[in-house]
Every structure is written in structure tokens, then in C-alpha cells.
């Protein structure tokens, strides 16, 4: 219900066992330390100025809102990935023409046959950034404390950031390069439905290697996400629209939908950046890479 990785509860109950209150009184610290983050983050960083105090009722009428349980947790995680990531970020686009044609008749034949399953754009870009972390494992890593080792995951877990009413959730799709874009897409229905819910489990929660950001049916056009650690890359999908594109004898309209690529320098160079993405490009552009 919390999220929290119970590996860092200590339990209080017979032979160690964790307790609904070991996990509350967590939650409690946790959300402590985050209230105190953005004080320490002034006064603890060299060279890093107090927060600013301000009195903002000298000009005029101001109401104090408490942020969300999922904020304050979540604040301290950002203020950290932001401050102690070296972060990149690489832009581009991806002509999802003959993918959206394919999608919507794939919907159109579950909606006759009346198959419980709806497909929309992130299972397929799930499956793009599956073949991705495949190719190059690097990115399917997670980086030691000291910044000194690497470990390489055998396995492809990839988040997916929900917006529900009480604040953001990443739900984790295990094993997304063993299963269907049918497969995906009814389980990221049950699951979005319960992040919206409030009803996702600790286990749902865990054990991401990457993270896949959407924002695009909120209008956006490009934007820069933030590395979820312990990994180290993300993806930010923004809003599709059509654009000439010029085919070598013409321009033709296409529809372009807006990627963007965020990692860790100290694992990820410039170049692999550039590889990463293309790769997602070409799995996205030609529908065969991605159902055969």
C-alpha cells in the first residue's frame, strides 16, 4: 500500500518479522526526512545557498497547502536523483504512421470480436525499449553507491508512470520482453486501475530496470525526465502530431510523436545516448521489428 521496499524495514515482530507498525512507523520517518530535504539540500551542499524565507502574505491573501503523502516520499527521491545524477538528455522523433494505423485495427478487431483488451501506445513503446535494454545491456544496469561497480540485470522490468489523483506511481511490468503486446496491455489496464485506485501493492512497486514517462495526452511537446534510481535511464514519450516529412521526392504528412532520453553520464555516454534511442526509433517505425 506504501510502497516501501521492505528490505530497509526492520522488523520488530517474533524472529524478525515486520509488522504492519514497523511499516507505518517507516513511512513516518520517511516522510520526515523528506519535510527536512530541502533544508538540508541548503545547508548540506557546498556552495549551495539557504532555501530562501519569505513572508509571501506582505503581498497579498495566501493559503498553506500540506503536499500528499506520495509527494513528500517522492520529493526527497527527485531531489536527490537530480543532485547526485549527472544528467543527459537526448531529443528526438519517431514517426509512428504505420504503428498508429496498426493500432487502431488491432482495436477495431478486439472491439468485433469482443476481446477484453484494449491496445494503446505505451505497451508498444514497452516492448521498443524491451528490444532496446536487449541490445544494449548497459542500460539495463544499476550503478554502486561508491560508483564503482555495475550491475548488469538478466532480467527486464520496466515502470511505467502512472498519474493518479493522490500524486505520481511507477507500477513495474516484470519480464516485458517475455510477453505480448496482448499480454502487456490487459495487465497495464488491471494495473493503472489500481494505481488509480490506490491499491497497488508493495511488490508492483518494485524491482524496475527502467522507466517509461507519457505525458503526451496531456499535450506536451518535449520535456526532460528525471533518472529513477537506482537506474539509470529514462524515456519521456510527449504529444504526436502530424508533420511534413520529406521522403526524397516529396513532402508527406506523418505522425511524429516526441521521445526523449534521459541517463546517467557516469554510466551512459554521449554516443550510446544516441544508439539507445535510435534503436527505439526503428522498432517503432516499422511495425514488423516489433510483432515478429
Given amino acids: 500500500e506504501f510502497g516501501v521496499n521492505l528490505a530497509k524495514v526492520k522488523g520488530t515482530g517474533r524472529k524478525g518479522r515486520i509488522l504492519r507498525e514497523d511499516v507505518q512507523a517507516y513511512v513516518k520517518d520517511a516522510i520526515k526526512r523528506a519535510e527536512a530535504a530541502p533544508a538540508a539540500a541548503g545547508g548540506g551542499i557546498p556552495g549551495m545557498l539557504p532555501w530562501p524565507k519569505v513572508d509571501f502574505s506582505k503581498f497579498g491573501e495566501v493559503e498553506e497547502v500540506e503536499l500528499g503523502r506520495i509527494q513528500k516520499i517522492s520529493g526527497a527521491n527527485l531531489s536527490r536523483n537530480w543532485v547526485m545524477i549527472p544528467h543527459v538528455t537526448h531529443f528526438d522523433k519517431t ?3 504505420d504503428l498508429e494505423a496498426f493500432r487502431k485495427q488491432q482495436n477495431a478487431e478486439a472491439e468485433k470480436r469482443k476481446l477484453d483488451v484494449k491496445y494503446t501506445p505505451v505497451v508498444f513503446i514497452m516492448k521498443a525499449v524491451a528490444a532496446a535494454l536487449e541490445q544494449m545491456p548497459r542500460f539495463n544496469s544499476s550503478l554502486s553507491e561508491d560508483g564503482q561497480r555495475l550491475t548488469l540485470k538478466k532480467y527486464i522490468n520496466i515502470g511505467v508512470a502512472v498519474d493518479t489523483p493522490n500524486g505520481l506511481v511507477v507500477p513495474v511490468f516484470k519480464d516485458v520482453n517475455k510477453k505480448s503486446v ?8 488491471t494495473i493503472s486501475k489500481k494505481a488509480r485506485d ?9 524491482g524496475g530496470c527502467f522507466t517509461i514517462s507519457s505525458i503526451g495526452g496531456l499535450g506536451t511537446t518535449h520535456f526532460a525526465p528525471i533518472v529513477n534510481a537506482p537506474e539509470v535511464a529514462i524515456l519521456g514519450v510527449s504529444k504526436s502530431a502530424m508533420e511534413p516529412v520529406w521522403n526524397g521526392k516529396e513532402f508527406v504528412p506523418r505522425l511524429m510523436m516526441p521521445i526523449s532520453l534521459s541517463f546517467d553520464h557516469r554510466v551512459i555516454d554521449g554516443a550510446d545516448g544516441a544508439r539507445f534511442i535510435t534503436i527505439i526509433n526503428n522498432m517503432l517505425s516499422d511495425i514488423r521489428r516489433l510483432v515478429m
Avoid: F
Avoid at 183 to 189: A, G, K
Avoid at 198 to 206: F, H, N, R, V, Y
Fill in 182 to 189: 496482448t499480454e502487456l496491455s490487459r495487465e497495464l489496464t
Fill in 198 to 206: 490506490g491499491k497497488l501493492t508493495a511488490g508492483e512497486m518494485q
Fill in 95 to 97: 514517426d509512428i504512421t
